[in-house]
């Protein structure tokens, strides 16, 4: 026999336990922040349930009215969950007014005549019709769970509603007197049964619409995760297709670059055997003459050197370090210029004569030339050129110092590159590869080039090479970015 008594317990026990479920739910997946209003309205009408079965036979109409309150409070909170996890409008204010209008119907009610169930039935029935059509709008509405489980849901809130409106009727209709059949002791009993197995359904409706959200959700992660890996993938294609480019790109400027030092050979040659025909006459020509054309032919041998070398295809080869004094480098770049009649204008100053240094001498002297080449070229003609070499921190320094024209500050960080000169440069001619080159001959070294602005003007040219190539990173430079 099921009284009204157990039908509550079993009532109770169910939305209990259907709270504490939608709470570790929404633990697991905390983004569904919705679910806490489920398991809200859940644990309201356990409470309300609970508060029921603890009353007294003759309870007073404030508790009457306060326990079938909360009881309504969650189904407010459900059909506001439902609305929030679907998307949907809310219409929290339909509910706030449904349980006003409910406490002041309830309150007459229990105030008139406290034995009389009718008008508290219509109530409850009004209440819970209202609330339920509310659900069924928002399922009607909503597109994100599957049609059949939509519908499902709807024929579970009607057919709760259609047993609401079948106790008002019954109650209308029933004489006071009418007596239950003996499995169901008490009239109202059928109802509470209905209203347990309805929140049975209802929650796996929910459970089922909460799985189904999720999987959407993985769906779609997985969806732009396979899109990004595409994107990647074409990303990847096309910065292969850009390497390959940049490389048949490197190797034509490579063999370019091969095929001109190559035709620097055929002038070269001319420009030596003219100096070796000169220097056949001997005792005839000047001592003057003589030291000119042993210039010449020195440069003209360090010239064919440092083509020789880059013209080989392995790299290896292009760079031959060697130990060597700095004093020994100093000489070597003086007499350069002596040979060249511009010697008069250059102070050289090495701190210490015995200072050896892991070098290619042909690039470091290119280096130097070059450098000391910009400080004469833009300096004017009665201005001295500093170069001065010391040891300073198991590096070489060697400066070269100018009184000339300078560089504009704005300029400094892009002065340097590949055929860039200076604004305040145009009028003299060059190219803008003297920089360049020397900074990518210093990298075969380990060692760097700085320019800095001197206080009285001009510019001062830094050059840091490491005493020993265990000291310097060693590896042949890739490329170098300037």
């Not at 739910?25 to 919705?34: D, F, G, K, S």
């Not at 004017?380 to 000339?404: F, K, L, M």
């Not at 830094?462 to 590896?475: F, G, I």
Request: aromatic share 8%; charged share 20%.
């Amino acid at each position: 026999m099921l009284d009204l008594k157990t039908l509550l317990v079993v009532t109770m026990a169910v939305a209990a336990l259907q709270a504490v479920a939608w709470i570790f739910v929404w633990r697991a997946w905390r983004h569904l922040y919705e679910l806490k209003f489920l398991a809200a309205g859940f644990i309201a009408i356990a409470a309300g349930v609970l508060l029921m079965l603890l009353r007294g036979h003759d309870p007073p109409p404030w508790a009457i009215v306060l326990h079938n309150t909360i009881i309504k409070l969650g189904l407010v909170l459900l059909a506001e969950g439902l609305a929030r996890f679907l998307g949907q409008p809310r219409y929290s204010w339909i509910g706030i007014c449904l349980l006003i209008s409910q406490v002041a119907a309830w309150s007459i009610s229990v105030a008139i005549d406290p034995t009389d169930l009718e008008p508290r039935i219509h109530a409850s029935t009004f209440f819970t019709v209202v609330m339920m059509s509310v659900m069924c709008l928002a399922l009607l509405r909503d597109r994100t769970q599957p049609p059949l489980l939509r519908w499902i849901t709807i024929a579970v809130l009607v057919e709760y509603m259609s047993a609401s409106v079948l106790q008002s009727i019954i109650e209308f209709r029933l004489p006071a007197d009418f007596q239950s059949a003996p499995i169901l002791a008490d009239r109202n009993a059928w109802y509470l049964l209905q209203g347990t197995l309805f929140l049975i359904a209802f929650f796996a409706c929910l459970l089922f619409m909460v799985s189904s959200r999720l999987s959407a959700d993985l769906r779609e992660k997985n969806a732009a995760l396979s899109r990004e890996v595409e994107e990647r993938k074409s990303l990847e294609a096309r910065l292969n297709a850009s390497l390959e480019a940049e490389r048949s790109l490197r190797e034509e400027q490579a063999d370019f670059t091969r095929v001109v030092s190559h035709e620097f050979r055929t002038p070269l040659a001319i420009i030596r055997n003219a100096v070796d025909m000169i220097g056949l006459t001997g005792s005839q020509s000047q001592p003057a003459t003589q030291e000119r054309l042993s210039g010449i032919q020195e440069a003209l041998n360090r010239l064919f050197s440092v083509i020789n070398r880059f013209m080989a295809e392995d790299r290896e080869n292009s760079f031959q370090p060697e130990y060597m004094e700095v004093r020994s480098l100093i000489a070597d770049v003086r007499l350069h210029f002596d040979m060249t009649a511009r010697g008069d204008r250059l102070r050289f100053t090495v701190q210490d004569p015995i200072i050896s240094i892991c070098a290619d001498p042909d690039m470091l002297a290119t280096v130097l030339i070059n450098l000391i080449d910009n400080a004469l070229k833009y300096s004017p003609g009665n201005e001295p050129i500093h170069v001065a070499a010391r040891e300073q921190q198991g590096t070489v320094v060697i400066e070269v110092r100018d009184r000339g024209i300078g560089i504009p500050h704005a300029e400094l960080d892009r002065i340097g590159r590949r055929f860039f000169r200076a604004s305040n440069a145009k009028a003299i001619t060059g190219t803008g590869l003297g920089l360049y080159s020397a900074r990518r001959l210093l990298a075969y070294h380990g060692g760097t080039l700085t320019l800095d602005g001197n206080d009285r003007g001009g510019t001062t040219a830094v050059v840091r090479v490491p005493l020993s190539l265990a000291q310097s990173s060693k590896a042949m430079p890739q490329e170098i970015t300037v």
